[in-house]
């Protein structure tokens, strides 16, 4: 089945540091790729989505100038949260899609802020 | 938004018995899909539904997209301990963009 490989699997960092979280499709050429959110016991909510080569498209309530996203190519996508505050720790997940697949996931970045 | 109802919220059964959960919504989908997740881990596809009315299986699980579009089932049958874990509804709106339900936390006693 479609792989989708995110790196890393954890990050702990202090306040005021910029993370960049890689998603990468390692099976299939990803035309879409979408960054999640998931805070404990909680559904997944999704942030952004991304086209290769096109600016991000960010959900409502969600700062583009927090959470960057990059999708140079159409197997990697990348997030940076700017300047992390410990209310930014969360679960974050990745899912790409290809050719109007059914999206698949990785395995997601815990990222913890002291 | 569109947000989809998921029930139950969790199920403690005993290994070998069927389990059904279901999502509901007042929005219709064309797609409507189920994933598996385990703790610290991403979501995993277990079944994709693309035409109203259908059925689809894999292995013990069972899927329906409700012939409205607004609603769809999984079942589980001859549960066993590696069964556990939440499962979650999603539904695909606008731009390929998915709608989580809240999960339905699995327990399965051995």
Request: glycine share 8%.
């Amino acid at each position: 089945g479609a792989v989708v490989s995110q790196h890393p699997s954890r990050v702990i960092c202090k306040s005021g540091t910029s993370v960049k979280i890689e998603c990468r499709s390692l099976d299939f050429q990803a035309t879409t790729m979408f960054w999640y959110r998931q805070f404990p016991k909680q559904s997944l909510m999704l942030m952004a989505t991304s086209n290769e080569g096109s600016k991000a498209t960010y959900e409502q309530g969600v700062e583009k100038d927090k959470f960057l996203i990059n999708h140079a190519s159409l197997t990697l996508s990348t997030l940076t949260v700017t300047s992390a505050h410990p209310e930014d720790s969360s679960f974050y997940i990745c899912s790409a899609s290809g050719g109007g697949t059914a999206q698949h996931f990785g395995d997601g970045t815990r990222l913890s802020i002291l | 938004g569109q947000q989809l109802n998921q029930s139950p919220q969790s199920m403690f059964i005993q290994e070998g018995e069927d389990v059904s959960m279901n999502c509901t919504s007042s929005s219709i989908f064309n797609t409507w899909l189920w994933y598996k997740q385990d703790p610290g881990e991403g979501p995993v596809l277990l079944i994709a539904l693309y035409k109203a009315g259908e059925l689809t299986s894999n292995g013990r699980l069972t899927a329906q997209f409700g012939i409205t579009r607004k609603d769809s089932f999984l079942n589980i049958s001859a549960s066993i301990p590696s069964d556990v874990g939440i499962y979650f509804c999603a539904a695909e709106t606008s731009g390929s963009r998915l709608t989580f339900g809240e999960g339905t936390q699995l327990t399965v006693n051995p």
